[in-house]
C-alpha cells in the first residue's frame, strides 16, 4: 500500500519551546489528515488538508500542506505538558477506495515541565 | 451523548481460543474501521465496512474476521489463526462520504496468555 514517513519518530522538548512534525509521501496526496493520540488513550482528528500550500491553524497549532501535496507539517509553538501525545499524519487510501486512511508511524511528543 | 463505545477495555484469552471484541456507535455513520496498534506503530487497518452487510480487507486481515449485519455494530473477531493476536485494538467510524474524519472508540488491549 501506499504509506507516509513521518519524522522524527520521537522528539523531547522543554516546555515553551517550538516542536515540528513531518509527513511525506512519495505519491502525490489528494488530503492529509492529523490526529493527535495522549498516552493511554485513542486517536483524536484534528484537521485536514485538502489544498495545495494550505495552512491552517489551531490556537498553538499550525498545519500545512505542501505546493506539491506530497508533505505535510504540523507545528507547535510554546509546547505545554497538555501537547504531549503521539501525532499522527494520514493519507488518503489506494487503489481507488475513498474510505481508507493510511496512517504515519506517529511522532511521539514528551514534553519536560 | 453520541460515540463510539468499545467493550470491555482490557481483554485476556489463553492462546488457541477465539475472542470477539465488540465495537458499537450510535453516531449514524455508513464506515466502520477495526485497526490494530503494537507499541510504536501506527494505526494498521485489519478491516472495514462502507455499508451494512458488506466489508473489505484492510492490510493485515489475516486471523481475523468481521461481520456487519447492523449499521452501528462491527464486532471484530481475533482467531486462533493469528499468530501474535496481543495488540491494541482501536475502532472507529465516519460517515463514509469520501474522505471524512474518523471518530475512533477508547479501543480494547488484548493480552493473549
Known amino acids: 500500500g501506499q504509506q507516509v514517513m513521518q519524522i522524527p519518530q520521537y522528539q523531547h522538548v522543554q516546555e515553551g519551546e517550538d516542536f515540528t512534525t513531518y509527513c511525506n509521501s512519495s505519491?502525490?496526496?489528494?488530503?492529509i489528515q492529523w490526529y493527535k493520540q495522549r498516552p493511554g488513550g485513542h486517536p483524536v482528528f484534528l484537521i485536514q488538508?485538502?489544498?495545495?500550500?494550505e495552512v491552517k491553524k489551531q490556537k498553538r497549532l499550525t498545519f500545512q500542506f505542501g505546493e506539491a501535496k506530497k508533505n505535510s507539517s504540523l507545528h507547535i509553538t510554546a509546547t505545554q505538558t497538555t501537547d504531549v501525545g503521539t501525532y499522527f499524519c494520514?493519507?488518503?487510501?489506494?487503489?481507488?477506495?475513498?474510505?481508507?486512511?493510511?496512517f504515519g508511524k506517529g511522532t511521539l511528543l514528551t514534553v519536560n515541565p | 451523548d453520541g460515540g463510539i463505545t468499545q467493550s470491555p477495555k482490557y481483554l485476556f484469552r489463553k492462546e488457541g481460543q477465539n475472542v470477539t471484541l465488540s465495537c458499537e456507535q450510535n453516531?449514524?455513520?455508513?464506515?466502520m474501521y477495526w485497526y490494530r496498534q503494537d507499541p510504536g506503530q501506527g494505526l494498521r487497518l485489519i478491516y472495514y465496512?462502507?455499508?451494512?452487510?458488506?466489508?473489505q480487507k484492510g492490510d493485515i486481515a489475516e486471523g481475523y474476521s468481521v461481520s456487519r449485519e447492523k449499521k452501528e455494530s462491527f464486532p471484530l473477531t481475533v482467531t486462533s489463526a493469528q499468530k501474535n493476536p496481543t495488540a491494541f485494538y482501536l475502532c472507529?467510524?465516519?460517515?463514509?462520504?469520501?474522505?471524512?474524519?474518523?471518530?475512533f472508540g477508547p479501543g480494547t488491549r488484548l493480552t493473549v496468555l
Open positions: 453516531l449514524n455513520h455508513d464506515a
Open positions: 488538508l485538502v489544498k495545495s500550500g
Open positions: 472507529a467510524s465516519s460517515r463514509g462520504l469520501g474522505i471524512d474524519e474518523q471518530f
Open positions: 465496512s462502507q455499508i451494512v452487510n458488506d466489508f
Open positions: 494520514a493519507r488518503d487510501g489506494s487503489g481507488g477506495s475513498n474510505y481508507k486512511l493510511t
Open positions: 505519491t502525490t496526496l489528494s488530503n
